[in-house]
């Protein structure tokens, strides 16, 4: 079965960011705050309101600190909603666009014809403990003393730089770009423009990894609505369609055992959506990338097509910035706009849909007709990120 | 152990896992292979994933390795560190790949953080951790 033109984005809300709680004293707002306020954004920007989704979907992304099972169902008791169709995020950073799959199919076979999907978190202003971590990580990687996604990373950076001979120039220059679109972007966390010499003299967090390569995490909201094609013909904005999707959990690229951990499974889900969406990489007009690391958004621009890997000449000559060959991270993505836990991704289907609306504002995309969307979830054992999602999504039916 | 010192944390020591550790503790490294694909399966589980047979044996394995890839770790960070390995800054974790193909997620020690290298020749050591429980880590080999 195909998704193509299945459903169409009606309504986004995205709140600012903030990190409030971060330093004693400071007033605090609850993740049910966010969730509130996303909601409402979302429900004036399409114009329907709670009755609309009684009985229809919900979506709920789950933050990776709150283990607690039934988190979609308390979020639609915290909103008021008794959904007809609840699906949580099973894929962490990825789940924004996993649910779009997901709530795609359902309203494509006519099981609702209605979704609103939404996350927040609130890691500075409420303490959640630390979640629950995987086995694998529990007995094979904490007994070393491993910190987090930031060793990992690190080790793929360097092993990249190592194989392909790419340089902090190469990798700065994604961290400059999107911090130029931040700035022009006013919901934007982080918006002073940075120069190249202040992405090579941030902090080293994680030898090769620096301060400016990482996400920086935030309080906040984000929500999107998804209607049948139907419905949407009746609603105020212009739709914006899922001309395709693809998912890919847990890839291997070589043996289980030892893959290769330069590749990030958006190589399959990419194709995949692409192909469902019937479109060559000439007609994509954008690409709003997971970005939890700078050399997560270098790899994946490889790892779906638009160069071959290790072609550190293409990242060399090509303009990333809204004017140029190949716009990415238009809205500065979660490196500069805030990551609240897994509701980061959300960030990157909503500056889709601003794009193909025409409200890209100063950044906008010049003719933009369809975009690319993706989103990644968790470091598994000895490889790259194990929750790979993508979508395209156009202007046009 | 000095009082009030945080411990570090340990492995679960799981029933798919125990043929492990228990050879570990006999200073010996031995990882899953599958009898019907021939595929090494690590990290130790019920059955191997490459081809789902069960037909899977512990086997001794030569305990050298290469460095694919590294990073120093200089700062305690993040919500899943632990500040028990503050005494042990500068170290290095490592991804290891064993001559026989799985990769492990290690420690390279005996030598200054600064001289490791991608490519570098190791060799397997065992570390004690706990009374019964020693970990395999890499020194550079000879």
Redesign the interface.
């Known amino acids: 079965m195909s998704l193509r033109n299945k459903a169409a984005i009606v309504g986004i809300g995205e709140t600012p960011t903030d990190r409030l709680g971060s330093k004693p004293g400071e007033p605090r707002k609850s993740t049910a705050a966010y969730l509130a306020w996303a909601m409402r954004l979302a429900f004036e920007d399409a114009g329907l309101s709670l009755k609309d989704f009684q009985g229809q979907g919900l979506g709920v992304t789950i933050p990776t ?1 709150y283990p607690q099972p039934f988190w979609p169902e308390e979020v639609a008791e915290i909103l008021g909603i008794t959904p007809g169709f609840l699906l949580g995020g099973a894929t962490g950073g990825a789940g924004a666009v996993s649910l779009l799959g997901g709530m795609a199919a359902a309203i494509g076979s006519g099981v609702i014809d209605l979704a609103l999907v939404i996350g927040a978190a609130a890691p500075f202003s409420e303490h959640w403990g ?2 629950l ?1 995987p ?17 990992k990373i ?3 950076m ?2 990249y730089m ?1 194989e392909y001979g790419a340089t902090l120039d190469h990798f700065g220059k994604i961290a400059v770009t999107g911090r130029y679109h931040a700035s022009l972007n006013p919901l934007a966390y982080l918006r002073k423009p940075i120069t190249m010499e202040d992405y090579k003299g941030s902090r ?6 620096r301060l400016l390569d990482c996400v920086i995490p935030a309080n906040g909201g984000r929500a999107y609505i998804l209607a049948s094609p139907e419905r949407a013909k009746t609603l105020r904005h212009k739709p914006v369609y899922l001309k395709g999707f693809g998912e890919r959990s847990n890839p291997s690229y070589g ?5 290769d ?1 330069l590749v990030i499974g958006v190589k399959d889900a990419g194709r995949v959506a692409m192909e469902m969406a019937g479109v060559e990489h000439r007609e994509i007009d954008f690409l709003q990338l997971y970005d939890d690391y700078i050399v997560v958004v270098y790899l994946q621009i490889e790892d779906l097509g638009f160069c071959a890997k290790g072609d550190v000449r293409y990242f060399e000559r090509t303009d990333f910035t809204f004017k140029g060959q190949l716009p990415i991270q238009t809205s500065g993505g979660m490196i500069n706009c805030g990551q609240p836990s897994t509701a980061g991704g959300m960030l990157h289907v909503i500056e889709a849909v601003r794009q193909l609306r025409g409200e890209g504002g100063g950044r906008q995309v010049p003719g933009a007709k369809n975009g690319l969307v993706t989103g990644l979830g968790v470091l598994p ?2 490889k790259n990120l194990g929750c790979c999602s993508a979508a395209i999504l156009g202007g046009e039916a | 152990m000095a009082e009030g010192e945080i411990r570090k944390p340990l492995p679960a020591i799981t029933p798919e896992a125990k043929p492990f550790w228990d050879a570990a503790a006999e200073q010996k490294l031995v990882m899953q292979r599958c009898r019907d694909c021939n595929a090494w399966v690590w990290t130790p589980r019920p059955a191997c994933n490459e081809c789902g047979g069960e037909k899977i044996e512990w086997t001794p394995m030569s305990g050298k390795g290469e460095v694919y890839s590294f990073t120093v770790i200089r700062q305690i960070a993040g919500r899943a560190a632990s500040p028990a390995f503050q005494n042990d800054i500068p170290y290095v974790v490592a991804w290891v790949d064993l001559e026989e193909g799985p990769r492990m997620i290690t420690n390279v020690i005996g030598c200054a953080p600064d001289d490791v290298k991608i490519g570098m020749k190791v060799a397997v050591v065992f570390e004690r951790a706990a009374k019964d429980l020693w970990l395999p880590k890499f020194r550079p080999a000879a």
């Open positions: 600190a630390g979640g971590q086995a694998d990580m529990r007995d094979w990687e904490i007994p070393y003393g491993t910190m987090g996604p930031n060793s690190a080790m793929v360097r092993r190592h080293l967090v994680a030898d090769p990894v043996p289980r055992a030892g893959s951990a054992y000895g």
